[in-house]
């Protein structure tokens, strides 16, 4: 009865900040792994940054290029945008996992088992 709550989507236009929350209910019993991902309609679900919560690994996808930054603390898992681009445009979702995942397949949307209902970013030229 894992609960993830996303918030902090929106419109903005391009150039501009937004910072992504996940509010994780049962945090401790979903901690080993949390990931955010995307998905535009039409589109496949895909990996946009993802980390061990022990801070050992952290990953993200190339086409953030850089741009974002994922972070947590206790109860929250954190997306910030810098220079949002019309591109990234999607439903954001945060996940959790409970076992450790690998570099590579922290950025699986397989991998997660919990997933919150989704923020969605819209992102104007």
């Known amino acids: 009865q894992v609960q993830l709550v996303e918030s902090g989507g929106g419109s903005v236009q391009a150039g501009e900040s937004l910072r992504l929350s996940c509010a994780a209910a049962g945090y401790n019993v979903w901690r080993k792994c949390m990931g955010w991902f995307r998905q535009a309609p039409g589109k496949e679900r895909q990996g946009v940054a993802a980390m061990t919560t022990d801070g050992v690994r952290t990953a993200y996808t190339d086409f953030v290029s850089g741009r974002f930054t994922i972070s947590h603390d206790a109860n929250t898992l954190y997306l910030l945008m810098n220079s949002l681009k019309p591109e990234d445009t999607a439903m954001y979702y945060c996940?959790?996992?409970?076992?450790?995942?690998?570099?590579?397949?922290?950025?699986?949307?397989?991998?997660?088992?919990?997933w919150g209902q989704g923020a969605q970013v819209t992102v104007v030229s």
């Open positions: 996940a959790a996992a409970a076992e450790w995942l690998t570099l590579d397949d922290l950025l699986r949307p397989q991998s997660y088992e919990t």
